[in-house]
């Protein structure tokens, strides 16, 4: 279990925050500290005699309706917290959470923006990630935090396309031997220059990092299975591109095979306390905080259930283009099946719509029209707990038309195909849009409207040399 009592670095006025919120509240402190806590632990941080972890930080700011910064902050004048029905008083110019870091004492902010920086990253804002890291200075820095600093540095700069910059960043950490006894992060950063080199066409070089990676979690020497699922669907990718069908279905195994990481999370957080011990006595730190107090365990966990549906569905369109379709066919059924025990509802989606266009093409058309349906059930816009994603919804239309077009059920088909058309026109979805007329074409063709089906066909190789010159 994560220790709560393990300080952090200079929390400012924390514990006079803490007071003065749970007080306004009237909250008392035994009310406050269960289950997690003591009553004597938060007397002792309330009285500043103590100072709290971050994650102990972050239980006691959600318990009492507040923000983990809010209790960090040196409150202006006045502040009253919140009112007697909870509801924050905020200051009229409430303070970022750059300059909140940058005003905390010389040595609070490294492992702050460290830490929120990564953060940022698991919440796609590789702009406040960069900002955070921006903060620090990195020859001040020890060398844990000099190369955790490079590693975030580097995948902001993924996150935002910038394949050159990585490369600057990363090329010589991997020689320098002052990192040398840091092998999870090295293989960390191994990985984010991998994707460096397949974007500027070093394929060879990717190809090495990729499976030096592989290796490395293989082994043993990375052990966080969240960090594992990422790399073998990142490598399944790599090879799928670059057409090596059957090393990456291999891949896309591997990836699967660590369904059960996701799916129980009470083991997940036993490896990363195992993973935690391990770092503190091989004298990391950081990284021993990261795996005891991580507060983005959760969106990892999602990230992970979304890259395992993913990989399920992949694989079985890789069989498809394999010209194995009974594997395909078992596959996708099964991948349908993980999606709805996994809770991934867009990726169950996108299994019904890979199964259903499998089975047109079989012209098995009663059941690619019901598995077609009950997707549209899913994310038909509108409905209440329905995915909300009309990009997603315009695929599948154009998928149902086809149906109704192979059913010869031609008015249904027409109507179905311009819904579809309207909804990717809205929305500048250009790959789905091409499709999406050809598709239509085919109807109008069939119905002896040639002038609109070669207008159609027309569009759709535009909007295809679009594409290919962005």
Known sequence: MPNYQETA???????????????????????????????????????????????????????????????????????????????????????SLVQLISQRRSAYPVPLALSWASIALDQQEPQLAEELLHLLTPSTLTSEQRLLYSYLLARAYQATGRPGEVRSELDAVLHQDE???????????????????????????????????????????????????????????????????????????????????VVQPTKLAATSEHLAQGHLEGGRPLLSDWYTGRSRALLEVAEGRHRIAQAAIQLGTLHQEMNDAAEAERQLRL??????????????????????????????????????????????????????????????????????????????????FRRAIDLLKAHDATEYLSRAYYRYSELLHQRNQFAESYELVKQAYLLGQRKHED
């Open 179 to 261: 990192f040398s006894s840091y092998k999870e992060l090295l293989e960390r950063c191994r990985f984010v220059l991998a994707w460096a080199y397949e974007q500027q066409g070093k394929l060879l070089e990717a190809a090495d990092a990729f499976t030096a990676t592989v290796q490395a979690v293989q082994r043993g020497a990375v052990g966080d299975p969240l960090f594992a699922i990422e790399v073998y669907a990142e490598v399944a990718e790599h090879y799928r591109r670059r057409e090596r069908r059957d090393i990456a279905a291999e891949y896309y195994q591997h990836t699967l095979d660590q369904l059960e990481v």
């Open 335 to 416: 991948s349908i099946d993980l999606c709805e025990r996994l809770g991934t509802r867009h990726q169950a989606i996108l299994a019904r719509m890979a199964l259903a266009d499998l089975l047109l093409e079989r012209q098995e058309l009663p059941q690619a029209e019901s598995l077609t349906l009950e997707a549209e059930a899913l994310c038909r816009p509108g409905e209440d707990a329905a995915v909300q994603d009309e990009v997603l919804y315009g695929r599948l239309l154009v998928t149902l038309g086809s149906i109704y077009k192979a059913m010869n059920r031609l008015d249904e088909a027409d109507q179905t």
């Open 9 to 95: 670095p200079s929390m400012g006025p924390v514990g006079t925050n803490i007071y003065r919120v749970r007080r306004k509240l009237r909250i008392t402190q035994k009310q406050l500290a269960a289950p997690e806590f003591s009553i004597s632990y938060i007397s002792a941080i309330e009285r500043g005699r103590i100072r709290p972890s971050l994650k102990a930080l972050d239980i006691l700011a959600r318990r009492m309706g507040v923000s983990s910064a809010e209790l960090l902050a040196d409150l202006p004048g006045g502040y009253e917290g919140p009112d007697e029905y909870g509801a924050e008083r905020t200051p009229a110019a409430p303070l």
